[in-house]
T-cell receptor
Framework: AQSVTQLDSHVSVSEGTPVLLRCNYS??????LFWYVQHPNKGLQLLLK??????LVKGINGFEAEFKKSETSFHLTKPSAHMSDAAEYFC???????????FGSGTKLNVKP | DTEVTQTPKHLVMGMTNKKSLKCEQH?????MYWYKQKAKKPPELMFV???????INESVPSRFSPECPNSSLLNLHLHALQPEDSALYLC????????????FGPGTRLTVL
C-alpha cells in the first residue's frame, strides 16, 4: 500500500530564513516521489521529483529535497524563503501502479515580511 | 512544451444544466486524469484514461461522465450536478510508466447553483 503523510498542515517563516516542509511516505515498492506547489486558484506546478537516482534532488526556485529510505522521508527545503514562496505544497508518491498518485494532505507555507 | 490547457476557466451552472469541461495536451502523453479539489484539500482522483481507455474510476457518481476522444483530448461531461460538486476540477497528463511526472492544467472553477 502507498500513502503520504505531511507532518505539518501550516508552516510560517520569515522572509530570508530557511524553509523545511516534512513528508513521510509508505510504499511496498520502490517509490517515485514528487513535490508540487499550488498558488491560490491555480493548478499544481512540479517543484522536483525523485526516481531512484541521486538521493538529493534539486528543483526549481531554489528548492531541494533529500530521499532517505531508512527514515521513509522526503523533506523539502529551501535555504532562504521569498515572499513568492507562500503557497500550498503537496508531497506525492507513485509506485507500482503507474497511473495512481497518492497525495499528502498539503502544507500551507506562510512567509512573513 | 509541458502545457496542459483547460477550458473554461470558470463555469457556473444550475442543477438541471448539462455542461462539459475540456482538457488538451500535446506532449504525447498516453495517460490523462481528472481530479476534483475542494478548498484547502488535496486533489482527489476521479478518473484515469490510459491509451484512451478508462482504467480507473474512483466510484464517481454517474452525473460525471468522462470521455477521451483521442490521445490529446479529455472531456468531463456534467449533468444534474449538486451544489456540493462545486470545486476546482484539475486535468493532468503523464506517460504510462513508473516515475513519470504528472503535468497539471490550471483547472476549471465550477460553481453549481
Amino acid at each position: 500500500a502507498q500513502s503520504v503523510t505531511q507532518l505539518d498542515s501550516h508552516v510560517s517563516v520569515s522572509e530570508g530564513t530557511p524553509v523545511l516542509l516534512r513528508c513521510n511516505y509508505s510504499s511496498s515498492y520502490s517509490p517515485s516521489l514528487f513535490w508540487y506547489v499550488q498558488h491560490p486558484n491555480k493548478g499544481l506546478q512540479l517543484l522536483l521529483k525523485y526516481t531512484s537516482a541521486a538521493t538529493l534532488v534539486k528543483g526549481i526556485n531554489g528548492f531541494e529535497a533529500e530521499f532517505k529510505k531508512s527514515e521513509t522521508s522526503f523533506h523539502l527545503t529551501k535555504p532562504s524563503a521569498h515572499m513568492s514562496d507562500a503557497a500550498e505544497y503537496f508531497c506525492v508518491v507513485n509506485s507500482y501502479n503507474f497511473n495512481k498518485f497518492y497525495f499528502g494532505s498539503g502544507t500551507k507555507l506562510n512567509v512573513k515580511p | 512544451d509541458t502545457e496542459v490547457t483547460q477550458t473554461p476557466k470558470h463555469l457556473v451552472m444550475g442543477m438541471t444544466n448539462k455542461k462539459s469541461l475540456k482538457c488538451e495536451q500535446h506532449m504525447g502523453h498516453r495517460a490523462m486524469y481528472w481530479y476534483k479539489q475542494k478548498a484547502k484539500k488535496p486533489p482527489e482522483l476521479m478518473f484515469v484514461y490510459s491509451y484512451e481507455k478508462l482504467s480507473i474510476n474512483e466510484s464517481v457518481p454517474s452525473r460525471f461522465s468522462p470521455e477521451c476522444p483521442n490521445s490529446s483530448l479529455l472531456n468531463l461531461h456534467l449533468h444534474a450536478l449538486q451544489p456540493e460538486d462545486s470545486a476546482l476540477y484539475l486535468c493532468a497528463s503523464s506517460q504510462v510508466r513508473g516515475g513519470d511526472t504528472q503535468y497539471f492544467g490550471p483547472g476549471t472553477r465550477l460553481t453549481v447553483l
